[in-house]
């Protein structure tokens, strides 16, 4: 293993890294159909997704207080540049937001939000929990009721394999989006080595 021995200091903010790239999907009252980008979220556990909204994503928090349902797709190379728009333009002030991001949304199996065709990996959730922060966002927590994933992004024992599926993640560091690389070990398993 290598060690650091000099290091400098950049500051406080939080950092993880790899961060997903999350498309949230949510219908309106009406059953028109919004997407979000997404960057802080993940999984809490194994059964929920947690992300944290700008109160400034007012579309979709008001989508999830009216259907308390949303779907998450992971951006893709194929589908980046979409990915980038439905982040940076607001569904309140963009009334033709998602014809201009070439995104086509179908319902969802399970939960009562779109999923959007370009997207390889899916996962529905149901609303557990929206609470405002003391931080000024909206912490939603989401329960998972399916995952849907094309066979074309299936490896041969049927899991989601993120290379095939081109999923890519945001480098809050580089401020980047960014690849997937290579598998370079086996979880649960490789640290046996040292028992």
């Not at 928090?61 to 992971?74: G, H, M, P, S, Y």
């Not at 989006?177 to 070990?185: C, E, M, N, S």
Request: proline share 4%; with cysteine.
């Amino acid at each position: 293993m290598k060690k650091f021995k000099t290091r400098k200091s950049l500051g406080a903010h939080a950092i993880t890294l790899p961060q997903p790239v999350l498309i949230i999907g949510t219908y309106d009252e009406n059953g028109v159909p919004n997407a979000m980008n997404v960057a802080w979220g993940g999984q809490v556990g194994a059964q929920q997704i947690e992300l944290n909204l700008s109160l400034g994503g007012r579309k979709t928090i008001d989508n999830l207080k009216i259907r308390k349902a949303f779907t998450v797709a992971f951006a893709t190379i194929d589908t980046e540049v979409a990915a980038d728009y439905v982040g940076i333009v607001s569904g309140q002030k963009e009334p033709n937001k998602m014809e201009k991001s070439g995104l086509h949304a179908v319902k969802a199996s399970k939960a009562d939000a779109p999923m959007y065709v370009e997207f390889p990996v899916t996962v529905e959730c149901n609303l557990r929990l929206m609470e405002e922060t003391d931080y000024g966002e909206m912490r939603v927590v989401g329960d998972v009721v399916n995952v849907s994933a094309a066979e074309s992004v299936l490896d041969e024992n049927g899991k989601i394999d993120v290379q095939k599926a081109g999923i890519i993640c945001f480098d809050p560091a580089g401020m980047a989006y960014r690849t997937l690389g290579d598998k370079v070990g086996q979880p649960f398993r490789d640290g046996n080595q040292l028992k």
